[in-house]
């Protein structure tokens, strides 16, 4: 999406969609910890030279979140789904960082967004969060929007 954004152009955040997003994941599942360390290396240092090198018409641009909605996503927000990204899947490892470690500033505002989002699932922003979710600290709330925990008698939250 980025370097389509500097072209002046809109790309889907998957080329082929969710399907090959899934397909991609599953075969990197069986990948050895090297092999994905080396590839996150990458991934990093080439999204900071995109970003050092960004110009006006690239942060003005828009993509397309097609593992979701397909909806258009602004390129500004490319850099907290970032965050996102590297907060949460660091939790997933299983190498002693967890949901509960999230930084408080990640959480703020990508709990903030999400449940805009929530809000916005019916006209006028009607749909209020379960009772019992809203009781949760902020860490778990947001960790219950990733599924990654369960609160009894609540279905889980859509992650997209």
């Known amino acids: 999406m980025f370097e389509a954004a500097t072209r002046g152009e809109e790309s889907e955040q998957y080329p082929g969609g969710k399907e090959v997003r899934d397909a991609a994941i599953e ?27 960004a ?16 909806a258009r996503v602004a390129i500004p927000d490319l850099v907290l789904m970032r965050w996102c990204e590297t907060e949460v899947h660091h939790a997933d490892l299983g190498v002693g960082y967890t949901w509960q470690q999230w930084d408080p500033l990640f959480v703020r505002y990508d709990l903030d967004r999400r449940v805009m989002a929530w809000k916005a ?40």
């Open 27 to 53: 075969s990197g599942a069986r990948r050895s910890a090297s092999e994905l360390i080396a590839d996150v290396r990458v991934s990093i240092y080439t999204l900071e030279a995109a970003w050092a090198g």
């Open 55 to 70: 110009s006006v018409t690239t942060w003005g641009g828009f993509g397309i979140k097609s593992h979701s909605d397909n």
């Open 121 to 160: 699932r019916k006209p006028m922003g009607l749909t209020t969060l379960p009772e019992v979710v809203q009781r949760l600290s902020p860490n778990q709330r947001l960790a219950w929007f990733y599924n990654r925990i369960t609160v009894d008698g609540v279905p889980p939250a859509d992650p997209y």
